[in-house]
């Protein structure tokens, strides 16, 4: 609403000149006709007393002769001035001579409205008389009143001059700050697409200049301000959107993990019938036909098996709810169990394997040794998968120097197989995808492997990259910072071992094959020397020859014998040597400590090294034997299984080892065996009517019981296994089990009761 227009400034301006040009008026209106009126007044008295002055000098001879008549014939002269009222002349004695018009009033009022004027008539120095003139003062009166008249005239002149200069003067000075002020005024009502005109080059103007500029940016801010905050409505709109869709995708992978636990449960519970029966099927007697029939079906259920694993690790990893479990992990062990894994179908393939740790590698480090096996294991099938001859090398090298309690490690898998082009290398990390649409048709395989092998090592702190080249091969490998691990239960021989170091001379045709053991004798602290003499033992092919006839890239024993000749080296003695097989599938005559065979695991190596020198034959894994199949300690065993079938095959895997088994159909019957009798182990299923395994460990443990339970279940989802230690179960194995895996459990247990039973003797 606009103010009114007396509040303005020109408004006020202009009421503030008439105001003081009307002041000014008013006091000139007052004060000028009194000033004007005096004046009047004594001029009118100046010219009466002159007029007074000259009929005294005109009447003089008539009194100074005494003569009237001269007089009054004088007096009519100066009668007929029409400002003249009365004229009075008088003697010396003050007698009246002689008196023309109206005689002076006596009434007082009638006084003050007439004016007189004496004069003294004189004739030398006598004093004859006096004259007095009388006037009235009407026509001075009229003549203030017109002068009145033209003050106000001139006053109201005055005042309509000064309002017309201030109007001009307000259009002058204030027309800008009007503009100015409508300006603001229109900016405070969110307009802001006019400008203030400039007037002139004064103050002003530079004021209406400045104020044009910052106009400008506040218009240029506003756009701005008006932009983002539609770029925030649109993000947070976006924002909303991703909400929602990460809710509905969260509500999915929570469906789709429902559905991948319950089709879990649901696959794994047949396929552990399936391998179970046909593992045992394998035992028994067979002829050639049946025997080749059920390893195919045990190869095909667990390559069915892999894939399973495959899709629930890449579910895992997309829910985000893949977590590492870093322990103490044996690297030499790890490489040597995955040379065991794959040298079979490498052979079959008529390809060579090779493992290999190297020099400065810690056998002992802690990580998750699980995902590492995984991830490798991935690459290495790979590899094999896509060569056809040549080598397959997995290798773990030390890289870097890391101080303290870390080390940098490499771990690679290197083959001379099909080989990446470079337009597939990133593509083969996606999930489903290969190099080209005949991969799948000639070497098969899901295409996730590769997949969930990078996200895990990238989970663990690495990434894969790969070098490759079309035709000649491939070399996959990650790089991980891992803490070093104490040595923990290494065996005394491995320690002795790099103690020794000894010195080692090669006699090895195959360049790969030297490769390899050049690495995993590093890893042992061996020194490689170039002399046979200045060996402590040799390591030599296969070949048909003793030790004393061996020697590298085709020399024969004379040569050799000249060349210790000539560096004054002799040898009294054959030099203890270590035979290298090709394959690992050759039949020798040779000591089983001093033979080595593909893929020339480490500790295969080191143990054959230790053998050569005089010390123990060791199992290259550390464990002087492992518990025969017929144990010689018979467990006690509760397995608490409702499928039938599960049943079957878990007794007489238990069964054949020599075990007593019984078997429940739900944890509630679980629970009064395992309170009413004393058992070794119990094998609980988790999914059971009545009361599941979850629920039976935890009663079990609240009444005190600590028997050792280990969980046998499908379920292989994110947090089972947490969830079944959580309810007080010592162990966790999924189904379909691994007849080895339930071995190794039950010889530990075995090894632990044969151990009681040994104290209680010594002690009695």
């Known amino acids: 609403m606009r103010r009114p227009r007396l509040r303005t400034i020109r408004s006020q301006l202009l009421i503030g000149i008439v105001c003081a040009f009307g002041i000014i008026g008013v006091v000139v209106f007052a004060v000028l006709p009194s000033l004007v009126h005096h004046v009047m007044l004594e001029s009118e008295e100046v010219k009466l007393e002159g007029v007074a002055a000259a009929i005294a000098q005109v009447v003089a001879p008539g009194l100074d002769f005494e003569d009237p008549e001269f007089v009054e014939e004088s007096l009519g002269y100066f009668f007929k001035l029409p400002e003249i009222y009365g004229i009075e002349v008088y003697d010396s004695n003050g007698d009246l001579v002689c008196a023309a018009g109206d005689p002076f009033p006596l009434d007082p009022s009638a006084q003050q409205k007439l004016l007189t004027a004496t004069s003294q008539v004189a004739q030398g120095h006598a004093e004859l008389g006096r004259v007095v003139l009388i006037t009235r003062s009407d026509m001075l009166d009229a003549a203030l009143r017109n002068t009145r008249v033209v003050i106000l005239a001139m006053i ?14 307000a259009n002058y000075i204030l027309r800008p700050v009007v503009d100015l002020h409508d300006a603001t005024r229109a900016i405070s009502e969110g307009d ?68 991948l636990a319950n089709m879990s449960h649901e696959i794994r519970t047949p396929m552990n019938g399936i391998l179970g029966l046909t593992e045992l099927a394998l035992d028994s007697h067979l002829d050639t036909s049946q025997r080749t029939y059920l390893n195919g079906v045990l190869e095909a259920g667990r390559h069915l098996l892999a894939i399973l694993n495959d899709v629930l690790d890449l579910s895992k990893i ?138 895990l090592a990238t989970a663990m702190g690495g990434k894969i990259e790969l070098e490759s080249e079309p035709a000649k091969g491939s070399d ?29 001379h090669l006699a090895l045709e195959d360049a790969e094959i030297e490769h390899t053991v050049r690495s995993n004798l590093g890893f042992w602290g061996a020194e490689i020397v170039d002399q046979e003499a200045k060996a402590d033992l040799l390591i030599r092919d296969e070949v048909g020859q003793d030790a004393s006839d061996a020697h590298p890239n085709g020399t024969d024993a004379s040569t050799d014998a000249n060349a210790d000749a000539d560096a004054g080296l002799s040898r009294k003695e054959p030099l203890p040597y270590v035979r290298v097989l090709g394959t690992g599938l050759e039949k020798g005559n040779t000591d089983e400590e001093r033979r080595v065979q593909a893929p020339y695991a480490p500790l295969e190596l080191g143990s054959a ?67 009413d009798q004393t058992y070794d182990i119990i094998l609980m299923d988790w999914h059971m009517p009545v009361m599941n395994g979850l629920e039976a460990t935890a009663e079990l443990r609240r009444r005190g019981s600590r ?33 080895a895996d339930l071995e190794k459990l039950l010889a530990e247990i075995a090894r632990g009761k044969e151990g009681r039973r040994v104290d209680s003797s010594q002690a009695a």
């Open 156 to 169: 109201l002149l005055a005042v309509s001059i000064a309002g017309v200069a201030a109007i001009i003067v």
């Open 318 to 455: 997309e829910a985000g709810k893949l977590e590492m479990n870093p322990v103490t992990t044996d690297l030499a062990d790890l490489i040597g169990s995955l040379g065991i894994q794959h040298g079979t179908v490498a052979h079959s393939k008529g390809i060579r394997l090779h493992v290999a740790l190297g020099p400065e590698v810690p056998r002992f480090v802690v990580a998750d040794g699980l995902r590492i096996r995984q991830i490798l294991a991935n690459l290495a099938g790979n590899a094999i998968k896509f060569t056809s001859e040549g080598f397959v090398r997995i290798a773990i090298t030390a890289e870097g120097e890391r101080g303290g309690t870390e080390c940098q490690l490499k771990f690679s898998v290197k083959d001379t197989g099909i080989g990446v082009p470079v337009s597939k290398r990133e593509a083969i990390f996606q999930p489903f995808e290969q190099a080209d649409g005949s991969t799948t048709r000639n070497f098969g395989g899901t295409g996730l492997g590769l997949t969930i092998s990078l996200r």
């Open 609 to 675: 090294l230790w053998g050569c020198l005089g010390g123990q034959a060791q199992d290259p894994s550390g464990v002087r034997t492992s518990l025969p199949r017929q144990q010689t300690v018979s467990l006690r065993i509760l397995v608490a299984e409702d499928n039938q079938t599960n049943q079957m095959v878990i007794t007489r895997m238990l069964e054949r080892s020599g075990h007593e088994v019984t078997v429940v159909e739900n944890g509630s019957d679980a629970v009064d065996h395992a309170l």
């Open 476 to 504: 996959f490998y990650f790089a991980l910072t891992l803490p070093r691990a104490p040595l923990g239960d290494e065996p005394a021989w491995c320690t002795s071992l790099r103690g020794i170091g000894p010195r080692v």
């Open 192 to 259: 802001l697409g006019g400008s203030v005109p400039i007037r002139g080059s004064t103050e002003l103007a530079d004021l209406a200049r400045a104020f044009n500029v910052m106009l400008e940016r506040l218009r240029t801010t506003t756009t701005s301000r008006d932009n983002l905050e539609k770029e925030v409505e649109a993000r947070q709109r976006a924002l909303e959107e991703i909400q929602r869709l990460k809710e509905r995708a969260e509500k999915l992978a929570s469906v789709k993990s429902e559905f």
């Open 707 to 739: 028997v050792r339970i280990v969980a046998l279940t499908a379920n292989a989802l994110p947090g089972d296994r947490d969830l079944c230690l959580e309810a007080g179960m010592n162990g966790y194995l999924s189904k379909p089990i691994r007849r």
